[in-house]
C-alpha cells in the first residue's frame, strides 16, 4: 500500500490511516519533494585568548514535521538538531556545553582525536543545569566529523529526539583543491534520518521489540529534519557532504538516473582520488563526501535502494536481514538545478596524501567478536558462540562502565578484526582515532573507504581488519568507548571500553 503525499498531509483522517498502516510503508515514495532543505546554521566560535569557543545549549522544543501536528524533539542552539560547528586545524577549541534539559545528557565528538576526558561520552555526564567544557587542538585534517550524546543506555533515545550536529573541520590543503566551499550554497550537509510518528505527533521509539534486536526503523525520511525536501543549486557543480545519522538503518545511495556517484571524501579524510560508484552502502555513524554535477534546469533524486548484503542474503540471514528492514526502496531529496553558474569543472587527479600504516608496523592484532544472544546460535567456529548473559556484546561481555575491556601502549599501532557471529550487519565505531581500513574477509575495502574513516559496517559472518596508531593522549584512568552505531544495540551492550597507557 502506498500512502501519497497529499493524504499524507491532510487532515486527521487520513493522518490516521497512515498511522495505522506502519511501518513497512514508506509514505512519502509518491510525494513531490515541496519543502524547501533545512540548513543547519553555521557555529564558528568567538575568539578568545586560547583559540575559539563554542557556546551549545542543550535544549528542549518542539518542531513540526508533519503539518499542523508538533513533535516534541530536543536540539542545540535550536528545537531539533544542532549547528554545524566549524573549525580549521591546527587551531585550539573550547566547547561550552549547557544542559538546560531536565534529563542528565552528554555531547561526544564523533571522529575527533582527543584526550579521553573531553570525549563527551558516558563517563562525562552533564547533569540538568551544568556546564561542561572541554577545551582541546584540533590534531586532524579536513574532514566531516559530528557531534551526538552518548548518554549510557539513552544515546538511542536522546539522538532520537534530536541531539545531533555536524563538526567540520578545514584545513589548507583541502581549500586549496577548488572544491566547492561554500556552506549551504555549493557545500551541502546532508543528516539523513529515518522516524516513526505516533498519532499525537510525537516520534514513536522502542514501541516493538524488532526496533531493540533488530534498530529502529522509520518509515518517514527526515534530512536536516525536514521531510521529503528538495534543495535548488546554483552553481554546475555541488559537494554534498553526507552523514548518516539515523539510529539504525543503512541506506545504500544513489542518483534515480542511474549515473554514478562522485566520491571525494570518508569520514576522516578526503580520499587519495575520487573514485566512482554507482551504489554506495552508508551506516549509521558513517560520512561520504559526493561531487554532483548538474545541467540548468535538471533535477535528479538522490535514493536509497535495497541493501544487496541483506537482499541477497541466503536461509536464516535472509530472514533476519528482512526483518531488519534495509529493504526498500525510497528518494531522500530532490536535488533542482537553476539557472546554473557556470564553472570550471576539472580536479585534480590526486586529493590528498592519506596517512597509512602497514601490518608489519603493528604492535598486535586484536580481536573483537560482535554477539547477540538471540542470533549468535548456530554460526559456530570462527564465528564465536551465542551469548549467555545480557542480550548484545562484543567477545562475550555486555558494556560494564565500570570494566576497562583494553589496555592500548600509547604510540602503539594495532590492527582491530572486527568479527560479525551475528545475522545482522552492524556499523563499528572506535573513538580518538581515524584508521585505515586493511582488508574484509582478505579482499581489498570498498572504493569509498580509501580514506580515514573511523566507523565501518561489518557484515554477518565476515571479518573487516583495522589499523591505526593510538597517538598523543595518555590516560590510564579516562576509557575511550569502541562500539556499534546502531545505537539500540549500543544501548543493549554492545561496547567496550579502552584507555590508552
Ligand atoms: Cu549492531
Redesign the pocket.
Known amino acids: 500500500m502506498t500512502i501519497s503525499r497529499r493524504s499524507f498531509f491532510g487532515g486527521a483522517s487520513a493522518a490516521a490511516a497512515f498511522f495505522l498502516s506502519q511501518p513497512p510503508v514508506f509514505a512519502l515514495e509518491t510525494g513531490r519533494f515541496a519543502n524547501p532543505l533545512k540548513i543547519p546554521s553555521l557555529l564558528e566560535g568567538a575568539p578568545g585568548v586560547d583559540g575559539k569557543t563554542y557556546d551549545l545549549n542543550v535544549v528542549a522544543g518542539k518542531s513540526e514535521f508533519l503539518t499542523g501536528l508538533p513533535t516534541q524533539t530536543l536540539g542545540i542552539n535550536g528545537p531539533y538538531l544542532g549547528p554545524t560547528i566549524r573549525c580549521r586545524a591546527g587551531n585550539r577549541v573550547t566547547l561550552r556545553v549547557k544542559n538546560t534539559l531536565a534529563e542528565p545528557t552528554t555531547l561526544h565528538w564523533h571522529g575527533l582525536h582527543l584526550p579521553a576526558r573531553s570525549d563527551g561520552g558516558p563517563h562525562q555526564v552533564v547533569d540538568p543545569g551544568a556546564v561542561w567544557e572541554p577545551s582541546f587542538e584540533i590534531k586532524q585534517r579536513s574532514s566531516l566529523c559530528w557531534y551526538h550524546s552518548h548518554l549510557l543506555g539513552r544515546t538511542g533515545d536522546q539522538v532520537l529526539r534530536g541531539l545531533a550536529g555536524l563538526f567540520l573541520i578545514e584545513d589548507e590543503e583541502s581549500q586549496s583543491l577548488g572544491l566547492p566551499s561554500e556552506y549551504g550554497v555549493d557545500d551541502i550537509p546532508l543528516m539523513i534520518q529515518d522516524r516513526r510518528f505516533n498519532p499525537d505527533g510525537n516520534f514513536d521509539y522502542l514501541s516493538s521489540m524488532f526496533d531493540t534486536t533488530m534498530?529502529y526503523k522509520g518509515n518517514v525520511i527526515l534530512v536536516n529534519g525536514t521531510v521529503e525536501p528538495h534543495v535548488v543549486l546554483r552553481r554546475q557543480r555541488t559537494r554534498l557532504r553526507i552523514l548518516n545519522c539515523s539510529n539504525s538503518r543503512i541506506y545504500t545511495l544513489g542518483r534515480d538516473d542511474g549515473a554514478d556517484l562522485f566520491v571525494i571524501g570518508a569520514d576522516g579524510s578526503l580520499l587519495e582520488r575520487p573514485v566512482r560508484q554507482r551504489r554506495l552502502r552508508l551506516g549509521p555513524g558513517e560520512r561520504v563526501e559526493l561531487l554532483v554535477d548538474m545541467q540548468t534546469n535538471g533535477a535528479i533524486r538522490l535514493m536509497s535502494y535495497p541493501d544487496p548484503v541483506t537482499a541477497g542474503a541466503m536461509g536464516p540471514g535472509m530472514m533476519m536481514g528482512g526483518m531488519a528492514g534495509n529493504t526498500e526502496t525510497f528518494p531522500i531529496i530532490e536535488l533542482r538545478a537553476a539557472q546554473l553558474d557556470t564553472t570550471d569543472l576539472s580536479l585534480p587527479e590526486r586529493l590528498t596524501r592519506v596517512p597509512s600504516w602497514t601490518p608489519a608496523q603493528a604492535a598486535r592484532t586484536r580481536t573483537f567478536t560482535?554477539d547477540m544472544a538471540m542470533m549468535g546460535m548456530g554460526m559456530g567456529g570462527m564465528m564465536g558462540v551465542g551469548r549467555m548473559d545480557g542480550l548484545m556484546g562484543i567477545n562475550g561481555r555486555s558494556m560494564d562502565k565500570s570494566r576497562i575491556d583494553v589496555q592500548v601502549p600509547l604510540g602503539s599501532i594495532e590492527i582491530w578484526e572486527i568479527r560479525n557471529a551475528t545475522l545482522?550487519t552492524?556499523?563499528f565505531h572506535i573513538h580518538d582515532v581515524q584508521l585505515r581500513v586493511l582488508d574484509r574477509d582478505g579482499g581489498p575495502p570498498l572504493p569509498h573507504e580509501l580514506g580515514l574513516k573511523d566507523t565501518v559496517l561489518v557484515d554477518p559472518g565476515s571479518a573487516v581488519r583495522v589499523i591505526t596508531e593510538f597517538a598523543d593522549f595518555i590516560d590510564p584512568h579516562n576509557p575511550y568507548m569502541y562500539h556499534?552505531h546502531?545505537l539500540e544495540?549500543e544501548d543493549a551492550g554492545?561496547m567496550g571500553q579502552f584507555v590508552v597507557v
Open positions: 534498530g560482535l545482522l552492524h556499523s556499534c546502531i544495540h554492545m
